[in-house]
């Protein structure tokens, strides 16, 4: 009996254990890149560039213009009706739009609530003491490059924001690994 007994018990833990491993491991969620605006720029060495991101909020229904410089505008709460060279597109949430160097953008909050969003630039050293935006909009400088962008070589640029969205669960060691190793 007392054999027939360590026999089942060996057999019951060699079967859970066969279990255990014929199981599949789920696959952990996937990291994903999202272009929210892209162009291309056919020269980004004429004069040395800095990289420039502010945050601009307007309360709703404020105008404003923004600086004439290459930038990607990315909303955040509320919205921006953003009108440049003729054309109107109204930003929501989570959306972006190139604005080409040299061209004026008018800045229109939306009626509902205050319009945020972040505003990232390419600009030449003479810009970067210029407003981001015209009053009434409130700006606040988030980050600039101490000194140009280095390495650039003649010939054109892609020039886009891309939204990296990371699983929930993902330690944040691994955020961090993934960001530095892949850009």
Not at 18 to 34: G, H, L, M, W
């Amino acid at each position: 009996m007392w054999f027939r007994t360590i026999g089942i018990q060996l057999l019951g833990a060699v079967a859970l254990a066969a279990s255990a491993t014929a199981q599949t491991t789920p696959t952990p969620p996937a990291i994903t890149r999202t272009v929210v605006a892209a162009t291309k720029l056919p020269t980004v060495t004429d004069v040395p560039l800095y990289f420039r991101a502010v945050n601009v909020t307007l309360t709703p229904g404020e105008k404003s213009s923004a600086l004439a410089a290459n930038g990607i505008p990315y909303q955040i709460s509320g919205s921006t009706e953003i009108s440049v060279g003729g054309e109107t597109r109204m930003l929501s949430a989570g959306e972006a739009l190139v604005i080409a160097a040299g061209k004026t953008a008018t800045l229109r909050a939306g009626a509902e609530r205050p319009s945020t969003f972040l505003h990232f630039f390419l600009v030449p050293a003479a810009d970067l003491d210029r407003p981001a935006a015209t009053p009434p909009a409130a700006v606040k400088e988030l980050y600039r490059t101490p000194a140009p962008i280095p390495d650039l070589k003649p010939g054109g640029y892609d020039l886009n924001l891309t939204r990296v969205t990371f699983p929930a669960q993902m330690p944040s060691s691994s955020v961090l690994h993934h960001l530095r190793h892949r850009g």
